[in-house]
């Protein structure tokens, strides 16, 4: 068995930052209605992706989205916090705020 997941990862066009990770067998009909509510009416396909666990995801742990893929088939990743967004930057950029 393949350790690799394809899956399919949707943009909500209600709220910004919000996206929904279906593993791409899934048909986006099964994935619970309260869910599809809250990603709005017909989500845009961002993209399509090979997840391994080697692979580098820019906001998720990777072994996350592919254990919540694989038990349930779909992964939800919320809009980032003010706090992930005041450090983000900085992190990708090898700087460390200054401590006390």
Not at 19 to 30: I, S
Not at 49 to 63: F, I, M
Request: proline share 6%.
């Amino acid at each position: 068995m393949s350790d690799a997941i394809d899956c399919i990862i949707y943009r909500s066009r209600l709220k910004d930052g919000m996206y929904l990770y279906l593993r791409a067998d899934m048909p986006y009909d099964e994935v619970p209605e309260a869910l599809r509510q809250r990603m709005g009416r017909e989500p845009a396909e961002a993209m399509r992706l090979c997840l391994t666990p080697e692979r580098k995801l820019a906001r998720e742990d990777v072994v996350t989205v592919m254990t919540n893929l694989r038990k349930q088939g779909f992964h939800l990743q919320l809009p980032p916090t003010d706090e992930y967004l005041a450090t983000w930057d900085n992190e990708k950029l090898g700087l460390r705020a200054r401590q006390g």
